[in-house]
């Protein structure tokens, strides 16, 4: 079993930032990709960002491009999301995920249980 543990998220004013943190922990695997996910109210969960956890490559949704960023820190089995000139509209839920396929809502193997982001509008 994988072990997934978001931390960072909070209230943050429009045009703040905020880095968001995911701690893998258990079963590992030798190829695996991770991403950030979110959920508004009322809405479905979509993706955010996704990285490669060998190669480091990332995507991005078209939303928040030019505005967050995916990292990964190897030897503290951790993933970032560093969001920046955050909007009303970044307000949600974020998840963080691991596959050991591809990044999409549906092909996730784990989850994490989520960060709570607010930017009051």
């Known amino acids: 079993q994988v072990q997934l543990v978001e931390s960072g998220g909070g209230l943050v004013q429009a045009g703040g930032s905020l880095r968001l943190s995911c701690v893998v922990s258990g079963r590992t695997y030798s190829n695996y990709a991770m991403g950030w996910f979110r959920q508004a109210p009322g809405k479905e969960r979509e993706f955010v960002a996704g990285?490669?956890?060998?190669?480091?490559?990332?995507s991005y949704a078209d939303s928040v491009k030019g505005r967050f960023t995916i990292s990964r820190d190897y030897a503290k089995k951790t993933v970032y999301l560093q969001m920046s000139s955050l909007k009303a509209e970044d307000t949600a839920v974020y998840y963080c995920g691991l596959t050991v396929t591809h990044i999409s809502t549906t092909t996730m193997n784990y989850w994490g249980k989520g960060t709570l982001v607010t930017v009051p509008s």
């Open positions: 990285i490669s956890w060998a190669g480091g490559s990332t």
